[in-house]
């Protein structure tokens, strides 16, 4: 797979954001996720990296409602989110991860692809069976956010939202027929590759496919400089 990463802003990314229908605010300088009526998140992308830099007075939530963000404190703490954070990518090796998952990412290779969906024929297949993926998906999780794209029309108005933003990573996992079996969305901001979204039909996870999309994601970020 060859691809070039497109470095964002963080303007940018909200802007993308905006565009998939999450509800982004900016207070004090800011970026904010409002996640539910008067809670508000602050911006994921700078979780790992600034704690709050505003008042709770510049929060329209502070007298009423709720936000979450970094302190600089953790002993100030009172909730946590979790990330898996990966460093060092730059040595990233196959062949220094754990036999079985070596093997497990070589088994899958046999079986997928994975490849940017860029052309119309894979943005008609974005809609068509990247769907079927979704709903396979929902059915085995029951992942409540944006679960409105369990309806076709909903579904393909967030494929032509998601396309919008020319430097989003769209990435597909296709089967050994071209099928579309799996989607990855990504966004290169600053000098972190935030993985946004992930999902495959329960047979194509069963066989590895996202095993072999994080190995290429992490293969893409290690060739990329800075």
């Known amino acids: 797979m060859s691809v070039a990463l497109q470095q964002m802003t963080v303007d940018e990314f909200a802007e993308s954001r905006i565009a ?10 800011v970026f904010w996720v409002c996640t539910s009526k008067l809670f508000f998140r602050f911006f994921r992308p700078l979780l790992l990296h600034e704690a709050c830099p505003i008042s709770k007075s510049e929060l329209p939530a502070a007298q009423l409602g709720g936000f979450q963000c970094v302190v600089s404190d953790p002993g100030q703490a009172n909730s946590a989110l979790k990330f898996l954070v990966l460093d060092d990518v730059q040595n990233y090796d196959l062949a220094k991860l754990r036999y079985d998952r070596r093997l497990l990412i070589k088994n899958a290779a046999k079986k997928f692809s994975i490849k940017p969906i860029e052309e ?70 600053g000098h972190t590759l935030y993985h946004s979204t992930f999902f495959a039909d329960t047979a194509a996870l069963r066989q590895g496919v996202g095993e072999l999309m994080f190995h290429h994601l992490r293969g893409l970020v290690s060739q990329t400089p800075g």
Do not use: H, M, P
């Not at 059915?139 to 409105?148: L, N, P």
């Not at 579904?155 to 933003?165: A, E, I, N, P």
């Open 120 to 189: 119309i024929q894979d943005i008609t297949q974005f809609k068509a069976q990247g769907f079927q993926a979704y709903c396979s998906f929902y059915e085995r999780t029951r992942y409540d956010y944006k679960s409105e794209r369990i309806r076709r029309e909903n579904y393909c108005r967030w494929v032509d939202s998601v396309l919008k933003s020319r430097k989003t990573l769209t990435l597909g996992g296709y089967d050994q027929r071209t099928e579309l079996r799996a989607l990855s969305l990504s966004y290169w901001i």
């Open 20 to 29: 998939v229908g999450d509800q982004v605010k900016k207070f004090g300088g």
